[in-house]
C-alpha cells in the first residue's frame, strides 16, 4: 500500500480523534463542577510505597505513551514530502490536546486528571516523532542510493 502525503495527513486528524474520543467518552461522565480536590499532582511517597499503585502508574504512563506515540509518528512522517518537522509545534499540539482532555476531565465523574497524564502523553508523540524522524531518513537513504 502507497503510504501518500495525504494519506497521512487524514490517518494524523484521525488518530487526534481517537485521541480526544478515548480522553472525554462516556460523555455522561460530565458533570459540569470541577473536582479539583481529586487532581493527582504528584504521587505521594505513600503512594510510591505501594505496589499496587506503582503498578497502576506504570501501567497508565505505559497506556498514555503508547497512545501519542501514533500522533507523533504520522507527524514526523510528513517529512517525507521535504516538509520540515518541527519538534516544537508537534511538542506544544500535543501539550494542547493533552491538557484540553485533562482539564475536560476535570468535570467529570470516574476520571481522574494527573500531571503525569499530561507528561507522558507529551513524551508518547515525542518518542513517535522522532522513530518518525529516524525511518523519514531511512527511506530518503535508501531512495537516494542507485540500486546495485
Excluded at 52 to 65: F, G, Q, S
Excluded at 111 to 123: E, F, G, H
Aim: with cysteine.
Amino acid at each position: 500500500m502507497l503510504v501518500t502525503p495525504s494519506l497521512v495527513k487524514r490517518l494524523w486528524y484521525a488518530w487526534g480523534m481517537v485521541i480526544l474520543l478515548v480522553g472525554i467518552l462516556p460523555l455522561h461522565n460530565f458533570v459540569g463542577h470541577a473536582h479539583w480536590q481529586y487532581i493527582r499532582w504528584v504521587p505521594t511517597p505513600d503512594q510510591l510505597g505501594s505496589p499496587e499503585i506503582l503498578l497502576d502508574l506504570a501501567v497508565d504512563a505505559v497506556a498514555n505513551i503508547l497512545l501519542f506515540l501514533p500522533f507523533g509518528l504520522l507527524y514526523a512522517l510528513r517529512g517525507r514530502e521535504g516538509k520540515p518537522v518541527s519538534s516544537s509545534r508537534l511538542m506544544l499540539m500535543a501539550f494542547a490536546l493533552s491538557f484540553g482532555i485533562e482539564y475536560y476531565q476535570v468535570y467529570c465523574h470516574n476520571r481522574s486528571t494527573s500531571l503525569l497524564d499530561l507528561l507522558d502523553n507529551v513524551l508518547g508523540a515525542y518518542i513517535g516523532m522522532k522513530a518518525g524522524e529516524a525511518y523519514v531518513r531511512r527511506s530518503l537513504a535508501g531512495v537516494a542510493e542507485p540500486a546495485a
